[in-house]
């Protein structure tokens, strides 16, 4: 490796280092106590039980000052609002099962990052969510670009992401790089942090069946998973072992549907 590959790579550790690390000191801030509020907010239990292609978990955020969360999880709520992964939280089983419908507006236009500081302030007093941080060490992962490039393209439609998990692989349109990260993460089980540089929404897919076919042993999920990504997608994931942050709930009940 060349002098100058050398010092990109050191950039480009530093910077995965310090988003692992760093970053996540930030979650000192409020639990939700702070003055940022939504004027008015729903919360319902679903009616949908599960997460399908006709009734995916939605997340949609407006600059009017509108947040609207379609069958969401509550880990779902909660890595949305302090910009983490569904690894790195602990707390009982009905966070990753019960679902509900949040319908929430701000008192006029407002940027996303304050409308999740709303969303802390929801969680704090409509869930009674407390939590406190560990850090530990833990094998995380880099998403990265292999030298040939990204063999997918740019997606030329606007709106959410369609994310659609099949028997054999993963069918994703409209997604962002930080987004596919996060999917990835609920897979491998490790948080994974973007560090692709690809910026927009792309359209994608990979699919595992060729690998299981051919391959003469058995092989876990997460390995075909990762073999396919390479040579489908010219994407790759890099293990780094760092202290990351945990976000362990304390306490956190089930809301009064409104």
């Not at 239990?45 to 955020?61: F, G, K, L, Q, W």
């Not at 560090?195 to 699919?207: E, I, P, Q, S, Y």
Request: hydrophobic share 40%; charged share 25%.
């Amino acid at each position: 490796m060349g002098r100058s590959a050398r010092a990109q790579a050191a950039v480009r550790i530093g910077l995965f280092l310090f988003y692992m690390i760093c970053i996540p000191l930030a979650w000192c801030q409020s639990q939700g106590t702070g003055l940022l509020r939504f004027e008015v907010a729903s919360v319902k239990p679903s009616r949908v039980v599960a997460d399908t292609d006709n009734n995916p978990e939605r997340i949609e955020s407006s600059p009017s000052g509108r947040l609207t969360m379609n069958n969401v999880r509550v880990i779902s709520c909660i890595k949305w609002a302090y910009g983490i992964q569904d690894s790195q939280i602990s707390g009982p089983g009905w966070l990753a099962s019960d679902r509900y419908d949040i319908i929430a507006q701000a008192s006029g236009p407002i940027a996303e990052d304050q409308l999740k500081l709303m969303m802390r302030s929801l969680l704090a007093e409509r869930f009674k969510l407390g939590f406190h941080q560990e850090r530990k060490e833990r094998t995380v992962y880099a998403l990265v670009v292999l030298k040939n490039g990204p063999k997918f393209r740019k997606s030329e439609e606007e709106g959410p992401n369609n994310i659609r998990r099949t028997q054999v692989g993963v069918i994703a349109e409209k997604i962002s790089m930080p987004e596919f990260a996060d999917l990835l993460s609920n897979q491998v089980g490790s948080p994974i942090t973007d560090m692709t540089g690809l910026k927009g929404r792309f359209d994608l897919a990979f699919d595992l069946r060729q690998y299981v076919l051919t391959e003469s042993k058995p092989m876990s999920i997460s390995s075909l998973m990762m073999q396919a990504m390479e040579e489908q997608l010219g994407l790759k994931l890099q293990p780094a072992q760092v202290a990351i942050e945990f976000l362990i709930v304390d306490h956190i009940e089930r809301p009064t549907a409104n």
